[in-house]
């Protein structure tokens, strides 16, 4: 089985994109529809690493990130910001709570598995 990793998306059409990328690259896929989502499933399911959107509704990716890293099970995954933002103030509030790293909006699939297989080697 290869590592499992969680996207946390609003958007469908960029969880399908993640997920198909992820699997391609032999990775398993949970998919959440928002920050509360992901956090009920985080709470029950062990994961290697988590993938978020920073604009979602009912909790985003600030309040995910932190809802994790307040956690036991997953409190030390590495989590990766994937947004449509690009300033540093945000960047900074992200990395604050608790976030590893930060892919903008529209990424290249080649692009982000180099940055998960990079991260998950640590």
Known sequence: ???????????????????????????????????????????????????????MPNLDGIGLIKGVRSGSLN???????????SQDALKSEAKAAGATGWIVKPFKPEQLIAVIRKVLAR
């Open 75 to 85: 409190k030390f995954i590495p989590i990766i910001m994937l947004t449509t933002e």
């Open 1 to 55: 089985m290869g590592k499992l990793i969680m996207t946390a998306d609003d958007s469908a059409s960029v969880r399908q994109m993640v997920a198909f990328t992820l699997k391609q690259n032999g990775y398993d896929v949970i998919e959440s529809v928002d920050g509360r989502n992901a956090l009920t499933k985080l709470a029950a399911q062990k994961v290697d690493m988590l993938i978020t959107d920073l604009n």
